[in-house]
């Protein structure tokens, strides 16, 4: 039972590059999400999606995009990566709306240089 | 704006003792608190809680959410090193409960 699956684990950015981070989740849960987590701030909330073609922006949306095209996967796109998208970020998983225990990736990490 | 504030942000203890780490919180429309610990990756799921008063219980580790003063306490007894994490609060506000809110987390040292 694999979970919540990221990739890749590491990456180094050129300022300007673009990047696809990939996670998939095997337990058919409806709602996914991407946090990003900077040293000492907790995790910040970047996109969420409570279904197959339904996105919506959270509460660091700009620089991102994301799209959910099946269950399972929920890629974050970096356009023109900027040094302050140094970051770790989390893609997690939950059942539904009655099901609000969140499930984590084992996270990116991603610095931009 | 919805807001999740842990305390202290730090923690140093010796191994045996108990701490006790606080979250309080201003939401609209609250609907349940969630802990969760975090050593080198991902945040693992401890507890959550929708009703005040109510013990959660695991071993060691009990929290309880008071929801007319806006808050939770997370308390580990017998503290071990396996303890050393941060410990993350989390709040679910809103109709939906779509989005989740975190605190900045409390880092706690357990030295031997």
């Known amino acids: 039972n694999a979970g919540v699956t990221q990739t890749p684990k590491f990456r180094i950015l050129k300022i300007g590059q673009s990047m696809t981070l990939q996670c998939t989740q095997d337990m058919n849960h409806n709602y996914m999400y991407w946090y990003r987590q900077d040293p000492g701030m907790g995790l910040k909330l970047i996109y969420y999606s409570v279904g197959a073609g339904i996105t919506d922006k959270g509460e660091v949306p700009n620089g991102y995009n994301v799209s959910r095209s099946t269950t399972e996967d929920f890629p974050l796109r970096l356009e023109l990566a900027a040094p302050s998208q140094t970051s770790v970020y989390f893609c997690?998983?939950?059942?539904?709306?009655?099901?609000?225990?969140?499930?984590f990736g084992s996270g990116t990490q991603l610095s931009v240089l | 704006e919805d807001k999740v504030v842990q305390s202290p942000l730090s923690l140093v203890v010796h191994e045996g003792d108990t701490v006790t780490l606080n979250c309080s919180y201003e939401?609209?429309?609250?609907?349940?608190l969630l802990w969760y610990k975090q050593e080198k990756k991902a945040p693992t799921f401890l507890f959550m809680l929708?009703?005040?008063?109510i013990e959660k219980k695991s071993g060691r580790l009990s929290s309880i959410l008071d929801k007319k003063e806006l808050f939770s306490i997370l308390n580990i007894t017998a503290t071990q090193t396996g303890d050393s994490a941060v410990y993350l609060c989390?709040?679910?506000?809103?109709?939906?409960?779509?989005?989740?809110?975190f605190g900045k987390g409390t880092k706690l040292s357990v030295i031997p």
């Open positions: 989390a709040v679910y506000s809103g109709a939906g409960s779509y989005q989740l809110t």
């Open positions: 939401v609209t429309n609250f609907r349940s």
């Open positions: 997690a998983s939950r059942g539904g709306q009655n099901n609000e225990k969140l499930f």
């Open positions: 929708t009703s005040s008063g």
